[in-house]
Nanobody, 123 residues
Framework: QVSLVESGGGLVQAGGSLRLSCVAS????????MGWFRQAPGKEREFVAA????????DYGDSVKGRFSISRGSAKNTVYLQMNSLKSEDTAAYYC????????????????WGQGTQVTVSS
């Protein structure tokens, strides 16, 4: 059974940093693109970042460009989201996603999703 488990969320002051992690299990994820989405209460789910299976290509949502960085672990079943210069508007539940197709991860139609980790930025 495929499982994506996020961790690293928490409460941070504006201007601070957090690093989210997502570990995938249940199959071999070396060929899978992975990414992050977020959803704040009362708002639509928003694309944050995605990375191809080999790490050679990344994509970011406009609201996080220059502040967030996505990367993969050497085992390829882990993806990280380094979040710097956090703002109150970054407060949301952050979800990990995985799919064989990079475009599906970016579009939010990935086959696999985690349960989410909450990030709260206080101003």
């Amino acid at each position: 059974q495929v499982s994506l488990v996020e961790s690293g969320g928490g409460l941070v002051q504006a201007g601070g940093s957090l690093r989210l992690s997502c570990v995938a299990s249940g199959r071999t994820f070396t060929s899978y693109a992975m990414g992050w989405f977020r959803q704040a209460p009362g708002k639509e789910r928003e694309f944050v970042a995605a990375i191809r299976w080999n790490g050679d290509n990344t994509d970011y949502g406009d609201s996080v460009k220059g502040r967030f960085s996505i990367s993969r672990g050497s085992a390829k079943n882990t993806v990280y989201l380094q979040m710097n210069s956090l703002k109150s508007e970054d407060t949301a539940a952050y979800y990990c996603a995985a799919d064989l197709t990079f475009g599906k991860v970016v579009a939010g139609t990935a086959a696999y999703w985690g349960q989410g980790t909450q990030v709260t930025v206080s101003s």
